[in-house]
């Protein structure tokens, strides 16, 4: 698990209550659950209401995705995985790597290299690894604008409770001591709405976007190194190829 985003928001929300607290506020005065109901479940279903049934059944994966990523390895932990069994392969030839895939945990290596053991056309087989590259970037893609949408639909949400709040306020004007909590509770809807964005949904739609295309990038490494494992390339050609792929700072650090 990457704990990044989780720890993002701890920061986020301490420093909300460490403010609160230097300008004199009470902190306790944001669990206010009018406003959290509203913000959270109406922000919810208004986004839901854009999707599709097939979409929603799909909601649980995007929030792990979204708070509880898988740890994407580093690159050159699968640079050195393909430059072994190029090695293998250039030695024994395609079929000896037979044994080995069976092992492989990732997926879509496991199926990549077993379609070259096959015998599948080079163009076609990585015609097939793209499509997959694709399929999985739209799908992500989709779930990072599910969290975005919620985020630009919950600073409005906030302001109608806030405007709900405000009609109890002109309602209650005969009341002249109860006023004062009255109108900051319905500013809670607003503080809620606004916080809830920024502090949640918007980080998430950007952390599924990072985390997918650090995904794609290494999918698209894997796709290079199978071809050239297809292709009988050397396996000292095959780690400079896939090092140009990636990221210098990478290459430095498996260098030291």
Request: net charge negative.
């Amino acid at each position: 698990m990457d704990p990044a985003t989780l720890i993002g928001f701890v920061i986020s929300m301490a420093a909300l209550l460490v403010f609160m607290i230097m300008e004199g506020a009470d902190p306790a005065s944001l669990i206010f659950i009018p406003a959290i109901i509203l913000v959270i479940v109406a922000t919810f279903g208004a986004a839901m209401s854009g999707q599709t049934m097939d979409d929603l059944k799909k909601m649980p994966a995007w929030f792990k995705m979204a708070v509880m990523p898988a740890k994407v390895p580093p690159p050159t932990q699968q640079i050195q995985t393909l430059v072994s069994l190029a090695e293998k392969a250039r030695k024994e030839g395609l079929l000896a790597l037979e044994a080995q895939v069976k092992a492989i945990e990732d997926p879509f290596l496991k199926r990549g290299l077993q379609m070259g053991i096959d015998g599948t056309d080079p163009e076609e087989l990585r015609a097939v690894l793209e499509s997959e590259i694709s399929a999985k970037k739209a799908e992500d893609k989709t779930a990072a604008k599910f969290m975005t949408t919620m985020g630009g639909y919950a600073p409005t949400i906030g302001i109608v409770g806030c405007i709900v709040g405000l009609m109890n306020v002109m309602g209650n004007l005969s009341n002249p001591e109860a006023l004062g909590p009255m109108i900051a509770a319905a500013f809670v809807a607003t503080l809620w709405g606004v916080m809830a964005a920024n502090f949640w949904f918007l980080p998430m739609g950007a952390k599924i976007m990072r985390v997918s295309e650090l995904q794609a990038a290494q999918m698209e490494l894997l796709v290079e190194g199978i071809a050239e494992i297809q292709a009988g390339t050397s396996p000292r050609a095959v780690r400079l190829k896939l090092n140009s792929l990636i990221p210098p700072s990478e290459v430095a650090k498996e260098a030291a």
